[in-house]
């Protein structure tokens, strides 16, 4: 990428709107170019200040506004719902009541029955696969451009909620790029790009227990314990810690990938 | 039990604080901002319905938020500081500017640059054209992404990419020159027009 191009790209980079090939050879220029790195520099601090002065301190969010008007609504509704039911005759409102009866009877039959929630045929680590492979091919963009792991947990905190707490990387051959937050199973969660030997890995954090991993094999070595899958070409590791799950997925190998979890074995 | 009011609840409820740093924005004074808000909510319930494919995205209320704030910078412009632009006017804001899309950035010195950043960057926001500043308003107080903000103004992502470029090349070029006239007022303090920190 030639520096040109590097700044036609810049803002949208910065924004986290390239797709993930473009961020990696934007990404890739700014590390040996001063110049262009100097200059996404300052626009960053333009941004960070941008996002101070447009969101001042003292614009705390009036929260009473949604309960006020909701309590407004739901008054307006109540009126309106009871005025209704009233114009039907007595004998079409107990033949109301007794089809809601019924109605909840054969509901509650079916939740306690435990009807098939969606996703139930995936495993937990099919879904990473298909995650990332969706991210690849739908070319999503990254919300957050950073290969500070410390700058992208704490956004990812802000944003899902969740401990993402991205290792510190011991060696340049793996690189985080970005991050952005999604959902699994309908769960908000942490999600990381890195690059391990210029190929892409993902890495994925949300609130969880070893019951989300039951499919997958077990590994206990040096007192620790992490789970492992392949699918579909890929290899998935993970582990839980304080109910968190994380887990990395790409084609590398599990030792590789365990990195991104911080359990690398030494040496 | 009212689940349509509950599900409409729940879809707002995290979108208040963007929004609300949105009205801040658009509107003139925080009273201002918080009516822009609250009839803001009341339009969108109104028109709320699970099956409507746009009610369930952050985007439709914040199209909603920058109708209130057209209506009433037509009816009342004196409570309304950002004035949506539709696309014709906008589209003029940015080819008058399409000379030089992709010239280089203007030469900033890093150290003098953040030491004057906070206090003039409010100062270069205010002086960008308006639709100009509203698309950075869009990205940075509503944290909107490009499609979102497509959707916003009804436009082509692509053509939000390059809007943003050019707003962002604009405040750059605003700030610099900022930077310029402080370094000349701290050479020769005393020079006329140079005092204050306006």
């Known amino acids: ?267 | 039990m009212n689940s349509l009011a509950s599900a409409f609840e729940a879809f707002v409820a995290p979108h208040v604080r963007r929004l609300w740093a949105l009205a801040r924005q658009y509107a003139r004074t925080p009273e201002d901002a918080a009516d822009l808000v609250q009839e803001t909510f009341l339009r969108a319930w109104r028109n709320f319905s699970p099956t409507h494919e746009m009610a369930y995205r952050r985007a439709w209320l914040v199209v909603i938020l920058r109708n209130v704030a057209t209506d009433w910078g037509r009816a009342e412009r004196r409570r309304i500081r950002v004035t949506p632009l539709d696309d014709a006017e906008l589209t003029e804001v940015i080819l008058a500017d399409a000379t030089q899309p992709f010239a280089p950035l203007p030469a900033m010195d890093e150290a003098r640059f953040r030491e004057f950043l906070d206090d003039r960057l409010v100062a270069a926001l205010d002086a960008l054209p308006a639709g100009f500043r509203e698309v950075i308003v869009l990205s940075v107080a509503g944290e909107l992404n490009y499609r979102e903000i497509a959707e916003v103004l009804d436009c082509p992502v692509g053509t939000v990419m390059s809007r943003i470029g050019r707003a962002r090349r604009a405040l750059r070029e605003r700030l610099a020159d900022h930077a310029a006239k402080g370094r000349h007022c701290s050479q020769s303090s005393g020079t006329p027009g140079c005092g204050g920190s306006s």
């Open chain 1, 1 to 267: 990428m030639t520096c040109f191009e590097a700044r036609e790209y810049l803002f949208a980079f910065l924004d986290g709107e390239l797709d993930a090939p473009l961020s990696i050879e934007l990404q890739r220029h700014l590390e040996h170019c001063p110049e262009c790195a100097r200059e996404a520099e300052i626009e960053r601090s333009i941004r960070r200040q941008l996002g101070t002065v447009l969101n001042p301190q003292d614009a705390t969010a009036p929260q009473d506004a949604l309960a006020r008007v909701m309590a407004q609504i739901r008054s307006a509704e109540g009126r309106a719902r009871r005025s209704v039911w009233r114009r039907f005759p007595l004998h079409v409102r107990l033949l109301g009541l007794a089809a809601a009866v019924l109605l909840l009877a054969v509901g509650g039959w079916f939740a306690l029955r435990g009807g098939p929630r969606p996703e139930a045929n995936q495993s937990f680590a099919d879904l990473l696969v298909a995650d990332f492979q969706h991210f690849l091919e739908a070319g999503k963009s990254l919300q957050l451009q950073s290969s500070d792991p410390k700058e992208a947990s704490t956004w990812l905190l802000e944003r899902t909620h969740v401990a993402a707490a991205l290792p510190v990387m011991q060696h340049d051959r793996c690189k985080l790029v970005g991050a952005r937050s999604c959902k699994v199973s309908g769960r908000p969660a942490a999600f990381a790009f890195y690059e391990i030997g210029g190929e892409p890995a993902s890495f994925v954090a949300l609130a969880g227990s070893d019951a989300d991993l039951h499919e997958m094999q077990m590994v206990s070595e040096g007192g620790r314990t992490h789970w492992v899958d392949r699918c579909r070409g890929h290899t998935i590791v993970a582990c839980i810690t304080d109910g968190i799950v994380r887990a990395a997925v790409g084609r590398m190998s599990e030792q590789e990938l365990l990195s991104l979890l911080g359990m690398a074995h030494e040496g």
